[in-house]
């Protein structure tokens, strides 16, 4: 069974710039959701979105957002990119009715 | 707020027990753990709920104190594989799902030989 997969996996914008990441769960998995990791602020969550509707959303700015596909696909969006949205991005995914997040090896976003 | 982990970096000798804690300012509905190596995604070890029993599987096993609203992490007989930085992730009673955690300060844990 694959694992989640995130693209892409390194990327480096400048400020002022927009990124969207990608996210493709474990096959019928439903729920994907999204945190930032960085060294000062650990992991925090940023959205969860479940059969295509943002079920819960993180304290995080209007500038980041995400959707999610019919296949359980999700996008996320960041706009007008700041220096301290450097991070990585985790996406993760679960089965319905279980509590074991499954994380991807997530996306490393620089902003210079 | 985070929930709080204690301690903040901890080095073992392979074979050593440890334990980590996990402590919240919030009425906790569950507890999650995971450990994350680096480099790599985080892994889930074990969930604990509210007026659930201690859990554990061999030699990881972990409880949790509702009337403190803290959880303990227990690695007995540690081995390289258990080198990583252990995160506890809580939901709140009343948030309603378990892909919303906060996830704590994290632990990192060095065995060696």
């Known amino acids: 069974k694959a694992g989640v997969t995130q693209t892409p996996r390194y990327l480096i914008k400048t400020r002022g710039q927009q990124v969207t990441l990608s996210c493709s769960p474990i096959s019928g998995h439903r729920s994907v959701s999204w945190y930032q990791q960085t060294p000062g602020q650990g992991l925090q969550f940023l959205f969860e979105y479940f059969s295509e509707t943002q079920r819960n959303k993180g304290n995080f700015p209007g500038r980041f957002s995400g959707r999610q596909f019919s296949n359980s696909r999700s996008e996320m969006n960041v706009s007008t990119l700041e220096l301290g949205d450097s991070a990585l991005y985790l996406c993760?995914?679960?089965?319905?009715?279980?509590?074991?997040?499954?994380f991807g090896e997530g996306s490393r976003l620089t902003v210079l | 707020q985070q929930p709080v982990q204690s301690p903040q970096a901890v080095i073992l000798r392979e074979g050593e027990d440890a334990v980590i804690n996990c402590s919240s300012s919030k009425a906790l509905y569950s507890v999650h753990w995971y450990r994350q190596k680096h480099g790599e995604a985080p892994v889930f070890l074990m969930i604990?709920?509210?007026?659930?029993e201690q859990k554990g599987h061999e030699k990881i096993s972990a409880s949790f104190n509702e009337k403190k609203q803290q959880s303990s992490l227990y690695l007995t007989a540690s081995q390289l594989s258990y080198s990583g930085t252990y995160f506890c992730g809580t939901t709140e009673i009343g948030t309603g799902t378990a892909s919303k955690l906060t996830f704590g300060t994290g632990t990192r844990l060095q065995v060696t030989l």
């Open positions: 604990l709920l509210k007026g659930g």
């Open positions: 993760a995914s679960r089965a319905q009715g279980a509590g074991e997040l499954f």
